[in-house]
């Protein structure tokens, strides 16, 4: 039975190619030109005109898990009274059949370039012994980091949790912002939802303690956002009007600690607030502890 004959996403566009992901899950693209010519189209033929014109081209769209141009119509006599209009799609078997894998996406997908970095780079230690630590081999090793095998999960786990100490995480990322997103997927629901709803707490700054809310207040600061515009002379100078400036727990980076709320920054605004504790036993931030009173439930999926 046939499996991988439709086609779930188009990923880029990019004349005469379209690339996209097959419902089995690869990263494919096709030639569009190239395959007209395997298929014998000729101009004057239906949907011929989709790589005479390169911004037809682009109006594809994907309906019916379908390459399909809705432009590109003609209409077919079914009767003597009646005729139906069509668009112009590619079945989707000789679109992936004439496709070929994108091996650049391919690539992304595996865990070669990760392995060998912490293999080389972090630890130092041979492919060998890193295949003797997971019962393995140099040669299965090197499979793996050139890419040429695609381990299964249990494996993947045995070589960064045996062989490499390490913990495997499944991550995701938005391709507009990989370091934003990528960052904001170690948090699970719970926690990103409790600290949109608390972005603009003043709680949430480090060394900001009830006395220094009372009298940010009174300045019109009520929320990180206007903590996050104050420009930092005018801040010195509230400050300055009590004890607060001395007092107060790095008062120097509340602004900057406002700003990353504002951002959603949290892994950000979680890093800088360890390196500002009081207690280096601790093992949370001031915005963890907080939160963890607050939703009872863990806040990673690490």
């Known amino acids: 039975m046939r499996t991988n004959n439709r086609i779930l996403k188009i990923t880029t566009i990019q004349f005469p190619w379209i690339s996209f992901v097959s419902n089995n899950g690869e990263h494919r693209k096709l030639n569009v030109k190239k395959l007209f010519r395997r298929l014998k189209f000729r101009k004057g033929d239906f949907g011929y005109e989709i790589i005479q014109d390169q911004e037809l081209f682009s109006s594809v769209e994907l309906l019916d898990k379908t390459l399909s141009w809705l432009q590109v119509k003609t209409k077919i006599k079914v009767s003597e009274e009646e005729q139906i209009e069509m668009f112009f799609q590619l079945d989707p078997i000789n679109a992936i059949d004439h496709s070929e894998l994108d091996k650049s996406q391919q690539a992304e997908l595996t ?13 130092n230690m041979t492919q ?3 295949g003797e630590k997971i019962g393995s081999d140099k040669q299965y090793i ?9 381990p299964e999960l249990k494996t993947l786990k045995k070589i960064y949790e045996v062989g490499l100490d390490r913990k495997i995480y499944v991550a995701h990322y938005d391709e507009r912002d990989p370091i934003g997103t990528f960052d904001q997927s170690i948090f699970r629901y719970k926690f990103l939802q409790w600290a949109s709803e608390n972005q603009s707490d003043l709680r949430l700054i480090e060394g900001v303690g009830k006395a220094a809310s009372r009298h940010l207040f009174s300045n019109g600061i009520d929320s990180t956002q206007k903590l996050a515009m104050i420009p930092f002379p005018e801040f010195v100078s509230i400050l300055s009007e009590t004890n607060l400036l001395k007092s ?11 700003k990353l709320a504002v951002a959603a920054d949290w892994y950000g605004l979680i890093k800088l607030q360890k390196l500002l504790s009081r207690n280096k036993k601790s093992r949370y931030s001031k915005i963890e502890q ?6 009872k439930d863990h806040l990673y999926f690490l």
């Open 111 to 123: 865990f070669g370039t990760s392995i060998k970095e912490v293999r080389k780079y972090s630890l």
């Open 290 to 295: 907080l939160a963890r009173r607050e939703i």
């Open 142 to 150: 090197s499979k793996i980091e050139n890419q040429k095998t695609d």
């Open 128 to 130: 060998q012994e890193l």
């Open 248 to 258: 107060s727990h790095h008062p120097d980076t509340w602004i900057v600690q406002a």
